[in-house]
Structures are given as structure tokens and as C-alpha cells.
């Protein structure tokens, strides 16, 4: 019987954020403009670290990753988000779905070790600046991106792949994306190994990283209390804040999501967060370091003047 049923199934109608179809067309309008908000702010992080020489540092190296990253995972959920608020059936393939589900994976999870990147870079240039420039090398950066992107391809691989595994007797999910915990409630058979496997990676994945970010910003707030000067200390917070910022609000929603149990919060609360870490984190990113680094807008004054004149 189970083989039977997951056979049988080819495609799944994603449920969408809300039945009341007077709301679809409000809603196409706030995610269409909040992924084109996504997608020029984060091509424009992107490039402006590519154009301006003095941004070619290890901080927005590491920075222009985190954009393209945002850039990626967003791009995956809302294009086909917007797809289903102007259609009558929300279809998705067997192949799409699990598609859909892989890439999420690598780029949220990336996501997770590139901020522990972020504060690993901070911590060494604010706690250790005289072996900054060799700590932090091209080649030492390259490699640290690489295991970010190797994390998320190895941790996606594995949970992607019990999921396919599953057999499925519906097809209704009751979400907007193909993800995780909502195609479990559609199998046929037990997910308890799943359940526990996806729960320890998510907290190996959370809870490891979080603990770095954590043990990275002790000493670092530790040495900007003892700068004598309150510029000098107004500096260093600066170069933290927008860091500590979007660390903040992913941990946080994602955290709400996958570290709790699966009958903790209703569907509603739910796709709120999911939401939050989908498509508005995307979009907040680049204002975030955008509005409070004044390197940043600098660059950017640069850069309007390089072309206007």
C-alpha cells in the first residue's frame, strides 16, 4: 500500500498563506514588492563590493556571500509564492517540490555558518588585529566560504533525502513551500526517525553556530569596553551592530520554527515565521548594513558620483 501510494504521487497543491481569495491579490502586490526590494538590495550589496576597492576586505567579502546567499534561498520560495496567488491551483511536481526543498536547505543552512563567519571575522579584528590580515587571508576567506556552502550542501543532501524517501498518502500541504515539517504530516508511515534526525540537525545546526556567534561577541564586547575613547568605542559597536542584527532575527524565527515539537504552534503562527526568515530577513539584510555602516554609504556616495559625472 505504500509503495502504491508513493508512486501515485506526482505533485502536491501547496495551501498558500490563505483561502479568502480577496486577500490574494493584496498579498501578490506586498511579496512582489518585497522580493523586489530582496533582490535590488542584495544585487546591489553584491555589486557595490565588487565595484569599490576599499570594500575589498574580508568583512564585506564575507558580506557580498551573506547577500548572495539571502539573494538564493529567497529566490527558491517566493517566485513560485507569487505564482499561486494568481492562480486557481496551486500545483508543485514530486520533483519540484523535493527541488525546491533541497535548495531551501543549502541556503538556509549556509546562512547559519556564514553569520558564524561574520562574528568570527569581528572577533578577530577587533581582538586580534595585529594577525588580522593573516588570519582573515584571500585564501583563508575563500576556504571559509567554501565549508559554509559544503555545510549546506552536505546537511540539505541528508534531510532531503529521507524526505523523498517517504511515502506519501496526501498531497494537500499546508504551506506556502515545500518544506520539512509539512511534508511529514503527509506520509503514510511513522517519521519518527525523521522527526529526530531533522530536530538534531536543525539544533546542531542552530544551537553549534549560535554558540560560536555567542563565544565570539564576549571577548569582542570585552576589548570594546576597554577602548578609552567613547569614538573609538562607537566604532567598534558600529562595525557589531548590523551584525548582531540579522543574527537576531534569523536565529530567532528559525529557531521558532524547527527547535520546538511539531504540535507546539498552529499553522497561522507557523507561516508567520516562515515568512519572517523567507522573504522579509532577505530584504532587511542589505538595509540593515546598508543604513547603519558608514562604509557602506560611503561606497554607495562613490558610486553615484563615478557615474553621474
Known sequence: MAAENLSAVTEFILGGLTDRPELQRPLFLLFL??????????????????????LHTPMYYLLSNLSLVDLCYSSVITPKMLVHFVSEKNAISFAGCMSQLYFFLVFVIAECYMLTAMAYDRYVAICRPLLYSSVMSHHACSLLVAAVYAMGLVGSTVETGLVAQLPYCKVRIGHYFCDILPLMKLSCSGTRVLEVTVFLLAAFNIVVTSLAVISSYIPIFSSILRISTAEGRSKAFGTCGSHLAAVGMFYGSTAFMYLKPSTATSLAQENVASVF??????????????????EVKAAIQRTLRRKVF
Do not use: E, Q
Not at 526568515?277 to 558608514?294: A, D, E, F, H, Q
Open 33 to 54: 514588492g518585497i522580493y523586489s526590494a530582496t533582490v535590488i538590495g542584495n544585487l546591489g550589496m553584491v555589486t557595490l563590493i565588487r565595484l569599490d576597492a576599499r
Open 277 to 294: 526568515y523567507t522573504t522579509v530577513i532577505p530584504m532587511l539584510n542589505p538595509l540593515i548594513y546598508s543604513l547603519r555602516n558608514k
